[in-house]
C-alpha cells in the first residue's frame, strides 16, 4: 500500500527491496527436496547426428578450374556409460542423454569436427538391459559401455571426384545418431536390507544406527522410497543399511508396494527381520516375512540373517520376547530404536555378517562390494 503513493522509480525500488526480503528468508526449492537412493531408472540415450558433407570449388587468381574442395562433415558424438566408484546411485542419472553434432565439411578439402561424446556415470555394479536382455555388467571401476553410437559424417563433394566426373556437385548429410531405450539396474542395493512390515519401526533403526533420515510417522507406509545408510567403523570400514519400504501379505502378487521392492530385498547380501515385539505373536510376522520372500524368489529368505526385536522399551515387548525366542531358531537382537538400548550388539553382529560376507567373496575370487 505504501508502494503505490511513490512513484514509477521509487515503487521499483520499493518492490526489489522487498523482493529481496522476501529471498533471505525462503530457502531455496534444491535445499528442501530429499533426493532418496535409486538402484533402477529408464533412460534414451541418442547418439549424435553427422556433419554434412561440404559443397564448394577451389577458387583463386589465375586458377579458375580449382576443382572442389568441399571436405567430409564430422562424426557424432557417442553416449557412453562409466562404471565410477564413487557413485553409489542411480539418483543422480537423467531420463534423456544426447551427444554433440558433428561439425559441417568445410573449404579447402577440412574435415568437420566430430562431436564430443556424453559421458554418463554410473556406480559399479550397474546392469544395462534393453529389452528385458541384459546387454552390459560394469563391474569394475572404469569400465565403458558405448549406450548409443554417433551418426556417420556426410560426404564432401571431393569425396566423389573422379576421371569420369572432374566437378562433381553430390554431397551427402550426416546421419543420425543411434537411438536406444535402456534401463540400468543395481546389483547390489546395500549390504544389509531392513526387512519388516509397516509400522515395524525399520526407518527409526536406520535413524539410530546411521545419518539417513528417512521419515518416521505413526502411520503405514511412512517410506515409499528405499533409505541406504552408512554404519561407520573404527577401522574405516563402511557397512550399508537399505530400509526396505514395509511389505505386506501377497506382496509376491505385486499387491501393496509389490515386487518393485521385493526386487531391493533380492540384491541386499545379508538380511536384518525386524519385528514389532509390542504385538501378540511376533512370531506370526517372520513367519509371513518369510513366505513373501520365498515366493518371490526361493532360497531368498534363507540368506545370512538375524532377527531383530524392535520396541523392546514397551512392557508388553518384554513378555513377548521369550514367547519368540522359544517359537524360533534364528538369533534375535532385542533393542529399541527410539531410546537406544542394546545397539551395542546390533553393531557387533552386522560387522559379523559383513565380514562373513566379504571373505566368501574373496574365498569365490571376486570383490566384494565396498562403500
Sequence with gaps: QVC?????????????RALINCTERVQPLSL??????????????????????????HSEPRKIFGGPDGGNGGDGGQVILKADQQMKSLSSVLPFYQGFHGQRGGRKNCYGANGAYVYVKVPVGTLV??????????????????????????????????????????????????????????????????????????????????????????YPFTTLNPHVGIVHYQDYEQVAVADIPGLIKGAHQNRGLGVSFLKHIERCRFLLYVVDLSVSQPWIQLQDLKYELEQYQKGLSERPRVVIGNKIDLPESRLNLPLLKGQIDERVIALSALTGDNLEELFLHLRELYDTYVKAEESRGQSPVKW
Aim: proline residues 4%; hydrophobic residues 35%.
Design 4 to 16: 503505490v503513493l511513490l512513484s514509477s522509480a521509487e515503487q521499483s525500488i520499493c518492490w526489489k
Design 32 to 57: 528442501l527436496q530429499t533426493r532418496y537412493f535409486v538402484d533402477h531408472r529408464r533412460v534414451r540415450v541418442v547418439g549424435g547426428r553427422g556433419g554434412d558433407g561440404g559443397h564448394s570449388f
Design 129 to 218: 538391459k534393453e529389452d528385458g536382455k541384459v546387454v552390459a555388467d560394469l563391474s569394475q571401476h572404469g569400465e565403458e559401455y558405448v549406450a548409443a553410437y554417433g551418426g556417420a559424417g556426410g560426404k564432401g563433394n571431393r569425396f566423389y571426384l573422379s576421371n569420369e566426373n572432374r566437378a562433381p556437385t553430390l554431397f551427402t548429410p550426416g546421419e543420425p545418431g543411434q537411438e536406444r531405450v535402456l534401463h540400468l539396474e543395481l546389483k547390489t542395493t546395500a549390504h544389509a536390507g531392513l526387512v519388516g512390515f509397516p509400522n515395524a519401526g525399520k526407518s527409526s533403526l536406520l535413524r539410530a544406527i546411521s545419518r539417513a533420515k528417512p521419515a518416521v510417522a505413526a
